[in-house]
């Protein structure tokens, strides 16, 4: 018997991953019949915005609305290819602890399908990767996509090099 989920969490930070994988997610929530729900989230790392010294509430608005705008798009592309049940919020705290633990907790998720990765080099070192965390904490399934939708590597050799020049 196939594993069957229902309640599908993408959480979207506007990386090349996570967009890859949203668009599994899509495949894998039509495979799973259509009363599969999407979650998509957008989390704020609150504590970005401690270090600056002249805080200023707009840039939170600013941050939350373009989120909004971005996740909106997403949800449209999921109904568009015929995912009937997907809503999407805006969360504000650590990323970790809320796409791991709090968000699976009060939706149901029995799967979380997470780029592999989202920061750059020196942030994953600094403050560590939420890819990694959530992998080791959730209590639901995990999927850390890796390749494109065609199962190739999503980073190219090429793609790789440029980045590493970019100090990313």
């Not at 997403?74 to 705290?93: L, M, P, Q, R, T």
């Not at 904490?137 to 980073?155: F, G, I, Q, S, Y």
Request: glycine share 6%; aromatic share 6%.
């Amino acid at each position: 018997m196939l594993q069957s989920y229902k309640n599908i969490l993408v959480p979207i930070d506007g990386s090349y991953e996570s967009e890859l994988a949203f668009k599994k997610a899509i495949n894998v929530a039509k495979r799973n019949g259509e009363d599969t729900a999407l979650h998509l989230v957008h989390v704020v790392d609150t504590r970005a915005f401690q270090n600056i010294s002249s805080f200023d509430t707009t840039m939170v608005e600013q941050v939350t609305e373009t989120a909004k705008k971005t996740l909106s798009g997403y949800a449209d592309e999921a109904k568009k290819a015929g995912i009937k049940n997907v809503d999407f919020s805006v969360e504000y705290g650590a990323p970790k602890v809320i796409i791991a633990k709090d968000i699976p907790d009060e939706k149901k998720i029995d799967l979380i399908m997470i780029g592999a990765t989202g920061l750059n080099a020196v942030e994953r070192i600094l403050i560590g990767s939420v890819t990694e965390y959530v992998t080791r904490t959730a209590e639901c399934d995990v999927l850390v996509v890796r390749t494109d939708l065609e199962n190739k590597p999503a980073l190219t050799k090429d793609l790789i090099k440029a980045n590493r020049r970019e100090g990313l």
